[in-house]
Each structure stands twice: as structure tokens, then as C-alpha cells.
């Protein structure tokens, strides 16, 4: 764990590398949250971000298995005022908090796949406890990455990204929820991850020592500090071979669906009142042989929870592959009624879907082979028709062979156009104008993300 001062010292290192406005990492302040005129219009306002560093306040933390995000990635942190506490828990799945704890995700987005110098800030996400009630905050980064803005709509905001794999460009949907958006989540086990069986693991600054050691040592938990992490709960990612396939299985479902189908779960009923949490029996009706009230479209036989030996009869399986239409029109951005998660993915995760897959299989490998229901469409990250999707943006702006053409209302609506081309680490490139919107890239620019900033507007695109 980074020590205090190392990390001041840190931040104030890297603001005078990016040359980064403000304040050295200024503090964050748990703000009244009975007054919505108090809320932080901006992550800078908050104290929680000076630029892209995050306050030295913050505590960085990783978990075993992350929820599915349409395969975005996430940096967690977490905050604490120094008379909170947070009790350590070993039998159960979430803590003891008192007020004065907050939480910080921020996704953020390789947009050239396997490209770490390609990253950007996406979106941020605040959970605060205070006056005894846990509130959800959420944040748009904005596209030249200098502050992230605090989404206050009451439907959130619909949007889109696009991510490189050599020369070809894959634009997904996106949602950045509201408050009551990220509420429908966070009721249940308000803290979603934040516990011993996902907190098991070494550390990220040492890996020689546990995480939950240094989280003690950080005076971010209190209570009885365990010293053998064998016996604890570990919830193992899909990717660890060491686990047995049971295991991961049950890892990512308590991960990604025990939320609310588990024992702190928020929903009722025959069906969805489903226990996924991972200290369920396997054998439980919950899990296997129990029917469904799903119907399963061309396959209205035999349909279970879990079928055993067959995934394309278990809606287990079926609702994890379904996914809204993949256009770009505003009614596309609500979920598919069969999906799930219900909300917020548009995307399947087929790492995931693959391992459920054989998980369901190997009950009863003679049954997979004579299942008579057909694989059920999925919508994957590399499958998506990038051709049939319109570019949702103000005006137009387009880059091809390094030439940048402006029209439409971006061109029509401003009598000077100023237009600046940087790099993600605020390097300013030339560009040269050679007609009315229309601007040449100069060939000895490197190939790689830009920011674009044509007057007030910012655009993100890629130079070949």
C-alpha cells in the first residue's frame, strides 16, 4: 500500500509532469446529501480528481472477480474519514460501515485494444455513506480528459465509444445511469464487492502480502485481522486455472448476479427469488432442475433454470446471451425484456457465456451432445454490424487519410474555426488549413488517438 507521503509525493509528481491545473490533489468532501444543490457539479469540485490524478486520500484496491462492464475495465478506490470504520467480516459477504466511506470506480477504455498508452477516463462512479444512507453519484468524463461531469438527468445519458483493433473500428452503446439508474443495483448488498471472498488476494503495490493485510495496515479495516487467508472465502476469476471450473462458475455468477439474486438480494418471486450467492449448494433447486417460467424462443420443451447437460434449455445460460438490437436509435438503449443483468450491458460477455457453457455441459456430456435446441443468438464485442451503425455526434467530423473535414451545423454554426490536434499526453500536433473545414494532417504525425478540440467541442478519433 502506498504510504501517505509516498503517495503526496506521488500526485505532486505527476501534476508537474502533465502540467495538470488546480490544487495538489485536493481533499474530498462528504457533502450534505440532503441538499442536491450541494452535489459536485464536476469530479474536480468534489476533491475527488485534479485532472486525471485522484486525491492522495483515495485507497486502491482490486477484487477477484469484477462484474461483467461490456468489457471495460475499472480502478478502485476508496476513501474513509479517519474516525469511520469499516469491521472485518470473515463469514459473511459484506462489512459493517459506519458513515464517512466512500467508494470510487472508474472505468476507463483501451480504445486500441492492447494498448495501455490508448487509455482513457470514461466514467466514474461515487457511492457515499453519510447520515447513515449510502447515495450513488455518477460522472461522464469528458472527451479531452481534463474533469469528469456530474450526470443529473433523470434517465442518464445515452452515448457511444468506439475501440480500434488494427484498422477497423467497433462502436459500442453505452449508458451512464442517473442516480435511480445505479440505485436499481445498489439496494440489497449496497457495497457490491468490497468484501473478504473478493478482497482475498495479494496485493497490488506488494504481492508478497495479502491485500487484506494492507488494507488493515492502510487503517481501511478494523477489527480482528486474520493472518491465514487459506481458510477464508476466495472467489476465484474464470481465468484461474488453478480453480476447479465449479468454482469459477459459481464465482462469476455470485459476482454478477447475487446482487439481487442472493441472500442481500432485492428481488422477490417464484423464479427471479433465485439464491446465486457462491455458498449455495450446487444442487440446490435454485440452481438445477427447477422450471422455468422463461420461455426460450424455438425451444418450448423441456426448459429449466439450469438443464443439466443442456445450456441451450436453461435460461440460466439463454437470458445471459440476450442483448438489445444493436442500432443506435434512442428506444435501443433500454434492455432486451430477456436479458440479463436487466440493465446496463448491451453487450454479452462471451468469456463468461463459454465457461457457463461447459459448466452445464459437463453434468451430463451424453445429454449436451443430443440437445435439440439451436445456440441462441449472441451479441458479442466482435460481431457487431459497425457498418449499419449512424456516428451519433453534433454536426459531423470526420478523419479519413488524414484529412479532417468539417459540415453541418459544426461547420455552419461558427464564423472561425479553431481546431487543435493533441495526443493523449497533451502533445500538441500541427494541422494545416487547406479549405473551408477542411484540414490536413501532417504525414510525419504518428499514427495513434487524438483529441480533437474544434472551438468548444472536443472529438476523439484515431490517425492512421
Same mark, same amino acid.
Given at each position: 500500500?502506498?504510504?501517505?507521503?509516498?503517495?503526496?509525493?506521488? %500526485?505532486?509528481?505527476?501534476?508537474v509532469?502533465?502540467?495538470l491545473?488546480?490544487?495538489l490533489?485536493?481533499?474530498?468532501s462528504?457533502?450534505?446529501p440532503?441538499n442536491e444543490?450541494?452535489?459536485?457539479a464536476?469530479?474536480?469540485?468534489?476533491?475527488?480528481y485534479t485532472?486525471?490524478v485522484?486525491?492522495?486520500?483515495?485507497?486502491?484496491y482490486?477484487i477477484?472477480?469484477?462484474?461483467w462492464?461490456?468489457?471495460?475495465?475499472?480502478?478502485?478506490?476508496i476513501?474513509k474519514?479517519?474516525?469511520?470504520?469499516?469491521i472485518f467480516?470473515n463469514?459473511?459477504?459484506?462489512y459493517?460501515?459506519?458513515n464517512?466511506v466512500?467508494?470510487?470506480?472508474t472505468?476507463?477504455?483501451?480504445?486500441?485494444?492492447?494498448s495501455?498508452?490508448?487509455r482513457i477516463?470514461?466514467?466514474?462512479?461515487?457511492?457515499?455513506?453519510?447520515?447513515?444512507?449510502?447515495?450513488t453519484?455518477?460522472?461522464?468524463?469528458?472527451?479531452?480528459q481534463?474533469?469528469?461531469d456530474?450526470?443529473?438527468?433523470?434517465?442518464?445519458v445515452d452515448t457511444l465509444?468506439?475501440?480500434?483493433?488494427?484498422?477497423?473500428?467497433?462502436?459500442h452503446?453505452?449508458r451512464?445511469?442517473?442516480r435511480?439508474? %445505479?440505485?436499481?443495483c445498489h439496494?440489497g448488498r449496497?457495497?457490491?464487492g468490497?468484501f473478504?471472498?473478493?478482497l482475498?488476494r495479494?496485493s497490488?503495490?506488494?504481492?508478497?502480502?495479502?491485500?487484506?493485510? +494492507?488494507?488493515?495496515?492502510a487503517?481501511v479495516l +478494523?477489527g480482528?485481522?486474520p493472518?491465514?487467508?487459506?481458510?477464508?472465502?476466495k472467489?476465484a476469476p474464470?481465468t484461474d486455472?488453478t480453480a476447479s471450473?465449479?468454482?469459477r462458475?459459481?464465482?462469476?455468477?455470485?459476482?454478477?448476479?447475487?446482487? %439481487?439474486h442472493?441472500?442481500k438480494?432485492v428481488v422477490?418471486?417464484?423464479?427471479?427469488n433465485?439464491?446465486f450467492h457462491?455458498?449455495s449448494?450446487?444442487?440446490s433447486?435454485?440452481?438445477v432442475?427447477?422450471?422455468?417460467a422463461?420461455?426460450i424462443?424455438?425451444?418450448?420443451?423441456?426448459?429449466?433454470?439450469?438443464?443439466?447437460?443442456?445450456p441451450n434449455?436453461?435460461?440460466?445460460y439463454?437470458?445471459?446471451?440476450?442483448?438489445?438490437e444493436?442500432?443506435?436509435?434512442?428506444e435501443d438503449y433500454?434492455?432486451?425484456v430477456?436479458?440479463?443483468?436487466?440493465?446496463?450491458?448491451f453487450?454479452?460477455?462471451?468469456?463468461?457465456l463459454?465457461?457457463?457453457?461447459?459448466w452445464?455441459?459437463?453434468?451430463?456430456?451424453a445429454a449436451?451432445?443430443?440437445?435439440g %435446441?439451436?445456440d441462441?443468438?449472441i451479441?458479442?464485442?466482435?460481431n457487431?454490424?459497425?457498418?449499419?451503425?449512424p456516428?451519433?455526434?453534433?454536426?459531423?467530423?470526420?478523419?479519413?487519410?488524414?484529412?479532417v473535414?468539417?459540415s453541418?451545423s459544426l461547420l455552419s454554426?461558427?464564423?472561425?474555426l479553431n481546431?487543435s490536434m493533441?495526443?493523449l499526453n497533451?502533445?500538441?500536433n500541427?494541422?494545416?488549413?487547406?479549405g473551408?473545414?477542411?484540414?490536413q494532417?501532417h504525414?510525419?504525425t504518428?499514427?495513434?488517438l487524438?483529441?480533437?478540440?474544434?472551438?468548444?467541442?472536443?472529438f476523439?478519433?484515431?490517425v492512421?
Amino acid at each position: 500500500m502506498i504510504k501517505s507521503i509516498e503517495k503526496k509525493f506521488f %500526485c505532486f509528481f505527476v501534476l508537474v509532469v502533465l502540467s495538470l491545473p488546480g490544487t495538489l490533489c485536493a481533499a474530498f468532501s462528504f457533502f450534505d446529501p440532503g441538499n442536491e444543490a450541494a452535489y459536485p457539479a464536476t469530479l474536480s469540485a468534489s476533491g475527488l480528481y485534479t485532472g486525471k490524478v485522484i486525491t492522495s486520500e483515495a485507497v486502491n484496491y482490486t477484487i477477484n472477480v469484477p462484474h461483467w462492464k461490456d468489457g471495460l475495465s475499472a480502478l478502485s478506490y476508496i476513501i474513509k474519514k479517519p474516525e469511520a470504520q469499516i469491521i472485518f467480516d470473515n463469514t459473511d459477504d459484506s462489512y459493517i460501515y459506519t458513515n464517512g466511506v466512500a467508494f470510487i470506480q472508474t472505468l476507463y477504455i483501451d480504445t486500441i485494444i492492447g494498448s495501455p498508452a490508448s487509455r482513457i477516463l470514461w466514467e466514474t462512479r461515487l457511492l457515499m455513506k453519510k447520515d447513515s444512507v449510502w447515495l450513488t453519484f455518477n460522472y461522464k468524463w469528458r472527451v479531452d480528459q481534463t474533469d469528469a461531469d456530474f450526470i443529473n438527468e433523470l434517465e442518464g445519458v445515452d452515448t457511444l465509444f468506439s475501440v480500434w483493433d488494427g484498422n477497423k473500428r467497433q462502436q459500442h452503446k453505452w449508458r451512464f445511469d442517473d442516480r435511480l439508474g %445505479c440505485d436499481i443495483c445498489h439496494q440489497g448488498r449496497m457495497v457490491q464487492g468490497f468484501f473478504t471472498a473478493q478482497l482475498n488476494r495479494s496485493s497490488i503495490d506488494n504481492p508478497a502480502i495479502n491485500q487484506i493485510t +494492507s488494507l488493515f495496515s492502510a487503517n481501511v479495516l +478494523s477489527g480482528n485481522q486474520p493472518t491465514d487467508f487459506v481458510s477464508l472465502p476466495k472467489w476465484a476469476p474464470h481465468t484461474d486455472a488453478t480453480a476447479s471450473l465449479e468454482t469459477r462458475v459459481r464465482s462469476y455468477l455470485a459476482a454478477n448476479c447475487s446482487a %439481487c439474486h442472493g441472500e442481500k438480494g432485492v428481488v422477490e418471486g417464484p423464479e427471479i427469488n433465485l439464491d446465486f450467492h457462491t455458498m449455495s449448494p450446487v444442487d440446490s433447486p435454485a440452481l438445477v432442475s427447477q422450471t422455468s417460467a422463461v420461455i426460450i424462443p424455438d425451444c418450448y420443451d423441456e426448459i429449466q433454470v439450469v438443464y443439466a447437460g443442456k445450456p441451450n434449455h436453461s435460461t440460466l445460460y439463454y437470458r445471459q446471451t440476450q442483448r438489445a438490437e444493436i442500432t443506435l436509435y434512442p428506444e435501443d438503449y433500454y434492455a432486451n425484456v430477456d436479458q440479463m443483468p436487466p440493465t446496463s450491458t448491451f453487450l454479452a460477455d462471451s468469456a463468461g457465456l463459454l465457461m457457463i457453457h461447459e459448466w452445464i455441459c459437463q453434468m451430463d456430456p451424453a445429454a449436451c451432445a443430443a440437445q435439440g %435446441c439451436a445456440d441462441p443468438d449472441i451479441i458479442y464485442p466482435d460481431n457487431l454490424p459497425v457498418s449499419d451503425i449512424p456516428v451519433l455526434e453534433t454536426g459531423s467530423f470526420r478523419v479519413k487519410n488524414r484529412i479532417v473535414t468539417l459540415s453541418g451545423s459544426l461547420l455552419s454554426k461558427h464564423k472561425t474555426l479553431n481546431i487543435s490536434m493533441t495526443n493523449l499526453n497533451g502533445q500538441v500536433n500541427d494541422v494545416k488549413v487547406i479549405g473551408n473545414g477542411v484540414f490536413q494532417i501532417h504525414q510525419q504525425t504518428p499514427p495513434g488517438l487524438y483529441i480533437f478540440n474544434v472551438n468548444n467541442q472536443s472529438f476523439l478519433r484515431m490517425v492512421f
